[in-house]
């Protein structure tokens, strides 16, 4: 919810969402840890979701 609510507000629309009981194949969460990726390729991102999706959507709407 956090991610669309991210896109609303990038986007300045309220999503029309359909809520739902889980699907086969949903999570509820994960506990990834990309420390072993972050070592072997060097790189470790430091942008916020936040600030991405606004990056994107303005990008997005200037290209369409």
Not at 15 to 26: E, F, L, S, V, W
Not at 27 to 46: G, H, I, M, Q, Y
């Amino acid at each position: 919810m956090q991610f669309i609510e991210t896109l609303e507000e990038a986007l300045g629309k309220k999503a029309i969402k359909k809520m739902m009981d889980m699907q086969a194949g949903d999570v509820k969460e994960t506990s990834a840890d990309t420390s072993e990726l972050n070592r072997w390729v060097k790189f470790k991102p430091n942008t916020s979701i936040k600030e991405g999706v606004k990056r994107f959507v303005d990008w997005y709407k200037i290209y369409y």
